[in-house]
């Protein structure tokens, strides 16, 4: 290929983790006019080897209901399925004091609230799907070193001199966005002067399928079940006490975390290897640019309560493939200004609101000032007594949302 002569492509993703992998695959089961599958070009900067991936760390991630179902629309939750462990229970409550409640599948008539996957799994998974799609081209390791928007196309020119030519752009290249930092899309930021501890753990009492997220006087510390008796550690700590508690051996480790957390599923046994990572709301304005719109984290990167990162980040990719099948099925242009202007006006209401309420759960959730610690324990009471409070909060958390989005 002749540097001086562009390849062209339908469709260019630049991240290739969780949210750029969905995309590639949902994008390329879509045909155009001519009856002909998407060519879907995938660009990510870090080498093949999953275990190192950045995007499948050794983390685990909640997929909720919904996000389960748009999976199967897109045909991709058989590849997830064998590698998921499912959440039947979700116990909340709040350390210190009496309120608390508990969700269930049966309530909702759901199999499961959400699964839970290693994101090393769900990597290997999209991996294999890509490799047997013929309309990706995965370009890795690939250094995107400058974007040329024009009236017909976006020119991509990669570190080692290859040039492509795309209808649409989309980043999905995470919290510190390359492509968002090209066009100089402003981005409102709330520290939280915390950080998460992730980590992999094991009790003594298999989990079996109950997930709980607990309130603590530093911040929310969650435990979602995985696989094999294990339980996924989300732990958010006031950021100058975090790196005492990484420097702690495990046995030290444990018995603050078994402080924390308590004995609803017997003692703290064995801990993996642990990471750090500190909390910052990250939100851009408007995620729109020409022929160019950002999706997941680096659209908006969430704090972890309520385990709505991901989840909101595939409404984004459902829907985004939504609008690019009708524009399709209408003749128009896939990255012009029309759709990508309509398919924001579709999401910006359910990103609003799911940014301000885990926002506004993890500063509430995170002060000991007395009169909301009395506020928020009588919802919790009131919450578990009367279940429809639960409605409102449930939809949202589970991803049912998505429904509206797509009407």
Same mark, same amino acid.
């Given at each position: 290929?002749?540097?001086?002569?562009?390849?062209?492509?339908?469709?260019?993703?630049?991240?290739?983790?969780?949210?750029?992998?969905?995309?590639?695959?949902?994008?390329?089961?879509?045909?155009?006019?001519?009856?002909?599958?998407?060519?879907?070009?995938?660009?990510?900067?870090?080498?093949?080897?999953?275990?190192?991936? +950045?995007?499948?760390?050794?983390?685990?991630?909640?997929?909720?209901?919904?996000? $389960?179902?748009?999976? /199967?629309?897109?045909?991709?939750?058989? *590849?997830?399925?064998?590698?998921?462990?499912?959440?039947?229970?979700?116990? %909340?409550? #709040?350390?210190?004091? $009496?309120?608390?409640?508990?969700?269930? /599948?049966?309530?909702?008539?759901? !199999?499961?609230?959400?699964?839970?996957?290693?994101?090393?799994?769900?990597?290997?998974?999209?991996?294999?799907?890509?490799?047997?799609?013929?309309?990706?081209?995965?370009? $890795? !390791?690939?250094?995107?070193?400058?974007?040329?928007?024009?009236?017909?196309?976006?020119?991509?020119?990669?570190?080692?001199?290859?040039?492509?030519?795309?209808? =649409?752009?989309?980043?999905?290249?995470?919290?510190?966005?390359?492509?968002?930092?090209?066009?100089?899309?402003?981005?409102? *930021?709330?520290?939280?002067?915390?950080?998460?501890?992730?980590?992999?753990?094991?009790?003594?009492?298999?989990?079996?399928?109950?997930?709980?997220?607990?309130?603590?006087?530093?911040?929310?510390? /969650? =435990?979602?079940?995985?696989?094999?008796?294990?339980?996924?550690?989300?732990?958010? %700590?006031?950021?100058?006490?975090?790196?005492?508690?990484?420097?702690?051996?495990?046995?030290?480790?444990?018995?603050?975390?078994?402080?924390?957390?308590?004995?609803?599923?017997?003692?703290?046994? *064995?801990?993996?290897?642990?990471?750090?990572?500190?909390?910052?709301?990250?939100?851009?304005?408007?995620?729109?640019?020409?022929?160019?719109? =950002?999706?997941?984290?680096?659209?908006?990167?969430?704090?972890?309560?309520?385990?709505?990162?991901?989840?909101?980040?595939?409404? #984004?990719?459902?829907?985004?493939?939504?609008? %690019?099948?009708?524009?399709?099925?209408?003749?128009?242009?896939?990255?012009?200004?029309?759709?990508?202007?309509?398919?924001?006006?579709?999401?910006?209401?359910?990103?609003?609101?799911?940014?301000?309420?885990?926002?506004?759960?993890?500063?509430?959730?995170?002060?000991?000032?007395?009169? =909301?610690?009395?506020?928020?324990?009588? /919802?919790?009471?009131?919450?578990?007594?009367?279940?429809?409070?639960?409605? +409102?909060?449930?939809?949202?958390?589970?991803?049912?949302?998505? #429904?509206? $989005?797509?009407?």
């Amino acid at each position: 290929m002749s540097h001086s002569d562009p390849v062209h492509v339908d469709v260019a993703i630049v991240g290739g983790g969780m949210s750029g992998a969905v995309l590639a695959l949902s994008l390329a089961a879509l045909k155009g006019p001519s009856g002909a599958p998407l060519q879907i070009l995938l660009l990510e900067a870090s080498a093949p080897e999953l275990n190192a991936h +950045p995007g499948f760390d050794a983390r685990a991630i909640a997929l909720s209901a919904g996000t $389960c179902e748009a999976l /199967a629309r897109h045909g991709l939750w058989s *590849r997830f399925a064998p590698h998921c462990a499912p959440i039947t229970h979700i116990h %909340v409550s #709040d350390r210190g004091h $009496c309120g608390q409640t508990r969700l269930t /599948a049966a309530q909702f008539g759901l !199999p499961a609230l959400g699964q839970v996957i290693e994101l090393s799994a769900a990597g290997i998974a999209l991996q294999q799907g890509m490799d047997a799609t013929a309309n990706i081209r995965l370009c $890795c !390791p690939a250094q995107l070193s400058t974007i040329a928007p024009q009236e017909e196309g976006v020119t991509l020119t990669l570190a080692s001199g290859e040039r492509y030519q795309t209808r =649409l752009l989309v980043a999905a290249d995470g919290g510190n966005s390359f492509v968002r930092q090209h066009f100089k899309l402003p981005v409102s *930021r709330h520290d939280y002067e915390q950080s998460a501890i992730i980590a992999t753990v094991k009790t003594a009492e298999d989990p079996a399928g109950r997930a709980f997220e607990r309130f603590t006087e530093g911040g929310p510390l /969650a =435990l979602l079940p995985m696989q094999e008796g294990l339980s996924s550690l989300v732990w958010s %700590v006031p950021r100058d006490e975090a790196q005492a508690l990484m420097a702690q051996d495990d046995a030290a480790f444990l018995a603050r975390l078994q402080q924390a957390f308590g004995w609803r599923l017997g003692r703290f046994v *064995r801990t993996g290897a642990r990471n750090l990572y500190p909390l910052v709301l990250t939100v851009a304005d408007y995620p729109l640019a020409q022929r160019t719109v =950002l999706v997941g984290n680096a659209a908006h990167l969430l704090h972890p309560i309520a385990g709505q990162g991901f989840n909101l980040g595939m409404r #984004d990719l459902d829907l985004l493939t939504q609008a %690019v099948a009708q524009a399709l099925a209408a003749g128009e242009d896939i990255g012009s200004f029309e759709v990508l202007s309509a398919y924001w006006q579709r999401r910006k209401g359910d990103q609003e609101q799911t940014i301000w309420l885990t926002s506004s759960l993890a500063q509430l959730f995170s002060n000991g000032h007395a009169p =909301l610690v009395a506020g928020r324990n009588l /919802a919790l009471s009131l919450m578990g007594r009367l279940p429809w409070l639960q409605a +409102p909060l449930a939809s949202r958390t589970l991803g049912f949302v998505a #429904d509206l $989005c797509r009407e």
